[in-house]
């Protein structure tokens, strides 16, 4: 097993008598892309920061490649990278000079003119950081998150306003990272993002870890079942009858949508054609699909996280 | 060697960030410029005026060291606190020193540019005399900045929102710079505003500033102001370094 670099155990914070972490444990291994996945207000952002140190937990404590995040900041420090959710640029330098000025920090930075190329900002290298699109914004804070060569990154929902594309291409370069055996821990309200990019996924909600594992261990753990979709706009369906269709294991409407959990995808789909038929429901739209991250994150919290 | 570069650059970096920020350069640069020449232009200068300008200078170069010490370092670092750089720069190895002493070098070289433009118009158009005494008045502004630039990043850091910046720090400036006899001579004022003058660190810097620019007294005759000026550097410095400390671990 890879050496871990970011060992939390513990982490807790309140505000007043609410509490936005509780006892947060976690590893993240060298070479390893770490997801924290979760909906508005789950606590992402707060673990994130306690585990860089910059914010005080109330209990508990975050070690990072040996030195804590709060007693030891200055060894944290330089082996860090990190985007923080909101703005944080200085707007009025141009990209090029806040390259130079934050590898002018670290004892062994990356060279600002490598940066720019690989993170396709040579044309803007003269920009203000103001004048820079969302995505171009996005690129220069992960390359100033890289500028000091890290070992271990910290990214607070780095793809969050980019397009597909622009998407893809910030996943390739974090896959990079993991290819020279950084620890990347990085927060996320895309399923699809857990899914194909983090090798090991936690799902949080109110500042606990539900549940944590690579994408398919939780799949396999928390959504087992394959799911059948139906459109049954304008059709009454009875809810009781449906539950007791072969093979069912759960029923639920979704909007418009109604959703069969099955343990057996062949034996509930005949039995609901039948019951279809029966009732006069047309079966225009109608598919299956295997159990998804989004699967797990409604058994676990019995809602759903849209993109 | 690491530091040096460090501390060159981040120098830079708030020197730019001075120089490309279009109000603080208005009310940095233009402004006192635009008085000079109007004062000049009312009044004169030199052998046949009455010398008004020379004694006019020093509350002008008070003015332009509040201007860019309080007023653009408050709002300034009040907005780098709200949109989060300053918080991203301390996640980095930044060290407490190299930030602060970035801030008051890029201070110093404003105020140098200031102080040179200020003097170079106020010569080639009306005759304004050079100060008597050039080292000690080289000493006392460059304090006189630092001192201004202390207490902007307390107020910078103390304030609740970049929005609150401006209109505090517009206050304090002006109240400042009234009440210490820089816009005009409050000599006939009552009592109780001609003792609040005695305590107003623009007094202090426009007293020194007579003494050394205008008289061509030594250092040593303005060690008090001077000291004054120090002790209020100190304070508000370490007020600024303690709260910006406190704010990058947020509790
Ligand atoms: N300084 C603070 N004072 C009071 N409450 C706070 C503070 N910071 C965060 N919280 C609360 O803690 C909870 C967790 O916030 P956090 O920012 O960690 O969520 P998040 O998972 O990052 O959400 P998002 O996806 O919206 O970024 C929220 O309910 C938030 O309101
Ligand atoms: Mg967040």
């Known amino acids: ?307 | 060697m690491r530091t040096l570069n460090n501390l060159k650059l981040m120098t830079l970096h708030e020197f730019r960030a001075i120089m490309r920020n279009k109000i603080a350069f208005f009310f940095n640069l233009a402004i006192p410029v635009v008085l000079v020449v109007i004062f000049g232009s009312m009044w004169g200068n030199g052998e046949s005026g009455s010398d008004v300008l020379d004694f006019m200078m020093a509350g002008q170069l008070v003015y332009m060291l509040l201007s860019a010490g309080l007023m653009t370092v408050a709002i300034a670092l009040a907005s780098q606190r709200q949109n989060g750089s300053l918080r991203h720069l301390f996640t980095t190895p930044l060290s407490m020193g190299v930030w602060f002493g970035a801030q008051m070098l890029a201070n110093i070289a404003m105020a140098t540019l200031q102080i040179v433009v200020i003097f170079v118009v106020g010569h080639l158009l009306f005759g304004v005399h050079a100060p008597l005494n050039i080292p000690a008045t080289a000493v006392v502004l460059f304090i006189s900045s630092l001192a201004c630039l202390s207490m902007g990043l307390a107020i910078g850091a103390l304030v609740k929102s970049a929005e609150a910046a401006f209109p505090i720090s517009m206050i304090l400036f002006f109240s400042i710079a009234m009440f210490g006899n820089v816009m005009m001579p409050i000599d006939g004022a009552p009592p109780f505003i001609l003792a609040v003058q005695k305590w107003m660190p623009s007094y202090f810097m426009t007293e020194a500033l007579g003494k050394v620019m205008m008289r061509g007294e030594g250092l040593l005759n303005a060690a008090g102001e001077v000291s004054m000026l120090l002790g209020l550097m100190v304070v508000c410095g370490s007020v600024a370094i303690w709260r910006i400390r406190k704010q990058m671990t947020v509790a």
Request: glycine share 8%.
């Open chain 1, 1 to 307: 097993m890879a050496e871990a670099k970011i060992i939390a155990r513990n982490l807790t914070k309140r505000y007043g008598t609410y509490t936005a972490v509780e006892g947060l444990n976690l590893t993240v291994h060298a070479g390893e892309i770490f997801g924290l996945l979760g909906p508005n207000g789950a606590g992402k952002t707060t673990s994130i920061e306690m585990m860089e140190g910059i914010r005080r937990p109330d209990a508990g404590t975050c070690t990072i490649c040996g030195f804590d995040s709060i007693t030891q900041s200055a060894g944290v420090r330089e082996r860090i990278g990190l985007t923080l959710q909101a703005a944080s640029m200085p707007e009025t330098a141009r990209v090029s000079e806040l390259l130079e000025l934050y590898a002018s920090l670290y004892p062994n930075p990356a060279r600002p003119g490598d940066l720019l190329q690989q993170f396709n900002l040579v044309e803007k290298a003269r920009s203000t950081a103001k004048s820079l699109s969302g995505g171009q914004r996005q690129r220069l804070s992960l390359a100033l998150a890289l500028v000091g060569r890290p070992e271990v990154l910290f990214l607070d929902e780095p793809t969050t306003g980019l397009d597909p594309q622009a998407r893809h291409s910030l996943w390739d370069v974090i896959r990079g990272l993991k290819a020279e055996g950084r620890a990347v821990i990085m927060s996320t309200h895309y399923m699809e993002e857990a899914e194909k990019l983090c090798d090991r996924v936690a799902i949080m909600d109110h500042g606990k870890i539900l549940a944590e594992g690579t994408p398919r261990e939780l799949v396999r753990e928390f959504g087992p079942e394959a799911a059948i979709e139906i459109d049954v706009t304008g059709f009454p369906v009875n809810m009781a009858e449906i539950a007791q269709l072969s093979a069912v294991t759960g029923v639920q409407t979704e909007d418009h949508l109604l959703v069969l959990r099955t343990a057996n995808t062949a034996a509930s789909l005949m039995a609901f054609a039948g019951y279809a038929q029966a009732n006069h429901i047309p079966l225009g739209e109608l598919r299956t699909r295997s159990a998804t991250m989004e699967d797990v994150f409604m058994a676990l919290t019995g809602r759903r996280l849209r993109d």
